[in-house]
C-alpha cells in the first residue's frame, strides 16, 4: 500500500472516530447509540460480532450492555466474574488483548450461542477516570487472517470515547435515580404520618403510569407523570396531625385545611426551576372536569392531562382502600363508579383507558409495576 | 504542500481533536477541561486569545464560560444579548463566520480590554441536540493573512465535540441543582411543622460549610457536609404535632420520642444506595466525644467527621434562637459555651475552627454563604 492511500485510509478512519465521538459524547442515554458504535467498530475492524460489557463493581461481575451479532438474547442475562475468562481477566489486568486461536486459550469457556462459533476475539478494556469501568470486544475477523495490531491500535482510542460515555451516562443515571429513590422516600415518610393510607403514593405511581401508557404516553410524558405522581400528596407536610390522622370525617372547616395540601404541594415544587412543569399534576389532581373539583373549580378545557390520570389512579385506590369513616369498595364496584363518572368527574378518555384495562385483568399493581421497571431501564443500568 | 505532508498534518490535527474529545468526554466537571481546550485550538489555527460564550437561555443573553489570552477579569462578566455583536449574530444565526476585518465590520463595538486589539475573529457556533448553546470564539491569527477556511472548518470538528461537553455538564449540574433545591424545600417544609425552629436548616447547612472550610476539608467533603447538614432533622418527619409543638420542655418519654429523629433519619437515607453516606452525619449529630450523647452513646474514636461539625454548628443555632422554655443565648455566651465543652460534649478540632472564626467576626451566615456560593460555581453554571 502506499503511503499516501494508506495516510487516507487512515484520515477517514479518524473521521469516523471523531463523529462517533460527538454522537456518543451528546447523550447521556446511551442505548440507542452504543449499539450504532458497535456497528462502526466491526466495519473498521471487519468483526462478525461484537459486544460491550459493564464492570458491576459491588458484585465484581461483568455483564452485557449491548450485544451486535449474536441470539442478544440468549446471552444477555450472562454475567461474569471479574478475573473469569478472557473477558474477565482483560478487565481485571486493564490490558487489551488478541486471541486469535481462541480454542487453545486455556480461559476460553466456549461459545454459549450455539448459532455462532468463535475463532478470534480482540478485547480492550474501557477506562474511565482511572479505572476500568468495562469490556469492549469483537469477534471473528472476516478473512483468515485474525485481528492485528493496527485493529488493537483504532480500538483502543474508539474504546477511550467509549469509556468516557459510558461514564458520563453512569453518573447521569446514577443521580437520576438517587433523586427519584430520595423523593419517593421522603413522600412515603410524609405518607406514613397518616395512618389511613399505607403505601398510597406507591399504588398512585403505578396505577398513574399504566394509565399513562395506555394513553399512549411517550417514554418523557411517562417519566413526568411518575414524578408528578410521587410527589401529588407532598403538601400534606403541613396538613397537622389532628386532621390527617382523624378516625371519622372531616367537618367543613378541617376539610378546607386538607384540601389546602394541593395549594401547598404545589407552591413547594413551583419554586424549583427544575421541577415546575410538575405543578400541574400536584395543584390539580382533585380537579373535576364539571369544575366542582378543587382548588381552582377547573373544568374540561383549563385542565392538563397528567393532573387527570393521577385524578383517576388517585380516586380508584381512595375508593378501594379502608377509610375511618368507610369499608373499601371491591375493585369492580369502583370500576363501574368510574365509568359512571366519566365526562362529570373524570376525563372520559382516562376513565375509557382505565375501563379497557380492567376489562382485561390488566389494572393490577403488577402490570404497572412493569411499565415503572420499563422507564429505569432507559436509564443506563449502573 | 505536499499531498502527503498535507494529509500527515491533518493527521496529525485528528488526533489532537481525538485525544481532546476524549478529555473533553470524560468530565462532567468542565472548568479545568475547558481552558485546554481552548489552548489546543489556539494552537491548531495559530490565534492569540480565544473564548468559550454559553448561551443563557432563560435571558437571552451570552456570558463568557472561559477567557484565554486576556485580561479575563475585566470582562469576565460581560454579557452580550442575543442577536448582538458578531457573537451575538453568530449565536442567532446558528452559521459560523470569519471576519479578517474587524474594524469594517458593522456589528463590531470595539475592544472592552485596553490592552488588546482585535483584528481578526473566528466565531463558531457551539450546537447540542439542534439548538445553539454557545459560541467558540477565536481572536487574531498571527501573521498577516487572517482566518483560513481551513481554521473554520477544523473548528467546527472542534465545536462539535465542544458543545456536546458542554450540553452533558449542563444537564448533570441542572439535575444536581433539581435534587439540592428539592432535598431543600423539603427539608423546609419538614422544620415547619416545628413553630420554634424557623430557618434552621438553612442555618446549620451555612454555619456547618463554614465549618468545614475553617477545618481544611476538601470541595467532595464540603459537598458532602451540605448534604448531611440539609438532611440532619429529616427525622423529624416521624415526630408527632404534639411533641413537636409543645410549648414546654419536653418530658422523658416525649424527648425519647424526640431524640428518634436521629435514627429515623439515618433510616431513612440510609435506603437510598447513592445517599448512604451520609448516614453518620445524619444519625450521629447528637452525639458527644464523652459518650453521653444519643442515639448510640459513641466515643471519640467512634464519631465520624461529618457529625462533629453537624454537631458544633447544630448546637451554636439552637443556643442563639429563643424556645418555648428558654431564652437564645447572645453569640458570646455561646462562643464561650462552646470552648467551654470542648473535649467533653464537642470535637476539640471544630470547637477551635469555630473559635477562630469567631474571633476574627468570621463565623457569620454571610460568610457562609459566600462559601455555599463557591460550591455551586464548581458546577458549571447554567
Redesign the interface.
Given at each position: 500500500m502506499s503511503?499516501?492511500s494508506d495516510?487516507?485510509r487512515?484520515?477517514l478512519e479518524?473521521?469516523v472516530?471523531?463523529e462517533m465521538?460527538?454522537e456518543?459524547?451528546?447523550t447521556?442515554d446511551l442505548a440507542r447509540v452504543l449499539s450504532l458504535a458497535l456497528q462502526k467498530a466491526e466495519e473498521l475492524c471487519h468483526a462478525e460480532s461484537s459486544s460491550i460489557w459493564e464492570l458491576d463493581d459491588e458484585r465484581r461481575e461483568l455483564f452485557f450492555r449491548v450485544v451486535r451479532g449474536r441470539a442478544a438474547g440468549e446471552i444477555q442475562s450472562l454475567r461474569v466474574p471479574l478475573g473469569r475468562g478472557i473477558v474477565g481477566s482483560v478487565a481485571r489486568s486493564g490490558r487489551a488483548e488478541i486471541v486469535n486461536e481462541v480454542q487453545d486459550d486455556p480461559r476460553w469457556s466456549g461459545d454459549r450461542d450455539s448459532h455462532f462459533t468463535t475463532r478470534n476475539i480482540l478485547t480492550v478494556p474501557l477506562i474511565?477516570?482511572g479505572s476500568v469501568i468495562g469490556v469492549l470486544q469483537l469477534l471473528n475477523r472476516s478473512g483468515g487472517e485474525g485481528f492485528t495490531a493496527d485493529d488493537l491500535r483504532r480500538m483502543q482510542?474508539f474504546a477511550?470515547?467509549l469509556?468516557?460515555?459510558v461514564?458520563?451516562a453512569r453518573?447521569?443515571s446514577?443521580?437520576?435515580?438517587?433523586?427519584l429513590?430520595?423523593?419517593t422516600?421522603?413522600s412515603e415518610?410524609?405518607e406514613?404520618?397518616d395512618p389511613y393510607t399505607g403505601g398510597h403514593v406507591r399504588r398512585v405511581v403505578t396505577y398513574s403510569v399504566l394509565l399513562g401508557q395506555e394513553i399512549g404516553l411517550d417514554v418523557e410524558e411517562l417519566e413526568e407523570l411518575r414524578l408528578a405522581a410521587i410527589l401529588h400528596d407532598?403538601g400534606k407536610?403541613?396538613v397537622?396531625?389532628?386532621i390527617l390522622q382523624k378516625p371519622a370525617r372531616l367537618d367543613a372547616g378541617e376539610l378546607q385545611v386538607m384540601e389546602r395540601h394541593t395549594v401547598d404541594g404545589a407552591e413547594?415544587?413551583g419554586?424549583?426551576?427544575?421541577?415546575r412543569h410538575l405543578v400541574p399534576g400536584i395543584r390539580s389532581h382533585h380537579e373535576r372536569l364539571d369544575g366542582k373539583g378543587y382548588p381552582d373549580h377547573l373544568t374540561d378545557e383549563q385542565l392538563a392531562k397528567i393532573p387527570r390520570i393521577i385524578g383517576v389512579a388517585d380516586t380508584f385506590d381512595a375508593m378501594t382502600t379502608d377509610r375511618p369513616y368507610r369499608r373499601a369498595l371491591t375493585p369492580a364496584a369502583a370500576a363501574e363508579e368510574i365509568a359512571r363518572l366519566a365526562g362529570s368527574q373524570f376525563c372520559p378518555v382516562v376513565a375509557a383507558a382505565f375501563g379497557r384495562l380492567y376489562a382485561r385483568d390488566a389494572f393490577t399493581l403488577e402490570q404497572g409495576e412493569r411499565v415503572l421497571a420499563s422507564l429505569s431501564a432507559l436509564v443506563p443500568q449502573g
Amino acid at each position: 500500500m502506499s503511503e499516501t492511500s494508506d495516510l487516507q485510509r487512515r484520515l477517514l478512519e479518524h473521521e469516523v472516530l471523531l463523529e462517533m465521538g460527538v454522537e456518543l459524547a451528546s447523550t447521556l442515554d446511551l442505548a440507542r447509540v452504543l449499539s450504532l458504535a458497535l456497528q462502526k467498530a466491526e466495519e473498521l475492524c471487519h468483526a462478525e460480532s461484537s459486544s460491550i460489557w459493564e464492570l458491576d463493581d459491588e458484585r465484581r461481575e461483568l455483564f452485557f450492555r449491548v450485544v451486535r451479532g449474536r441470539a442478544a438474547g440468549e446471552i444477555q442475562s450472562l454475567r461474569v466474574p471479574l478475573g473469569r475468562g478472557i473477558v474477565g481477566s482483560v478487565a481485571r489486568s486493564g490490558r487489551a488483548e488478541i486471541v486469535n486461536e481462541v480454542q487453545d486459550d486455556p480461559r476460553w469457556s466456549g461459545d454459549r450461542d450455539s448459532h455462532f462459533t468463535t475463532r478470534n476475539i480482540l478485547t480492550v478494556p474501557l477506562i474511565a477516570r482511572g479505572s476500568v469501568i468495562g469490556v469492549l470486544q469483537l469477534l471473528n475477523r472476516s478473512g483468515g487472517e485474525g485481528f492485528t495490531a493496527d485493529d488493537l491500535r483504532r480500538m483502543q482510542l474508539f474504546a477511550g470515547i467509549l469509556a468516557a460515555a459510558v461514564a458520563n451516562a453512569r453518573l447521569y443515571s446514577d443521580q437520576k435515580r438517587t433523586f427519584l429513590e430520595m423523593v419517593t422516600a421522603l413522600s412515603e415518610a410524609i405518607e406514613k404520618r397518616d395512618p389511613y393510607t399505607g403505601g398510597h403514593v406507591r399504588r398512585v405511581v403505578t396505577y398513574s403510569v399504566l394509565l399513562g401508557q395506555e394513553i399512549g404516553l411517550d417514554v418523557e410524558e411517562l417519566e413526568e407523570l411518575r414524578l408528578a405522581a410521587i410527589l401529588h400528596d407532598i403538601g400534606k407536610i403541613a396538613v397537622p396531625d389532628q386532621i390527617l390522622q382523624k378516625p371519622a370525617r372531616l367537618d367543613a372547616g378541617e376539610l378546607q385545611v386538607m384540601e389546602r395540601h394541593t395549594v401547598d404541594g404545589a407552591e413547594l415544587v413551583g419554586r424549583i426551576r427544575g421541577l415546575r412543569h410538575l405543578v400541574p399534576g400536584i395543584r390539580s389532581h382533585h380537579e373535576r372536569l364539571d369544575g366542582k373539583g378543587y382548588p381552582d373549580h377547573l373544568t374540561d378545557e383549563q385542565l392538563a392531562k397528567i393532573p387527570r390520570i393521577i385524578g383517576v389512579a388517585d380516586t380508584f385506590d381512595a375508593m378501594t382502600t379502608d377509610r375511618p369513616y368507610r369499608r373499601a369498595l371491591t375493585p369492580a364496584a369502583a370500576a363501574e363508579e368510574i365509568a359512571r363518572l366519566a365526562g362529570s368527574q373524570f376525563c372520559p378518555v382516562v376513565a375509557a383507558a382505565f375501563g379497557r384495562l380492567y376489562a382485561r385483568d390488566a389494572f393490577t399493581l403488577e402490570q404497572g409495576e412493569r411499565v415503572l421497571a420499563s422507564l429505569s431501564a432507559l436509564v443506563p443500568q449502573g
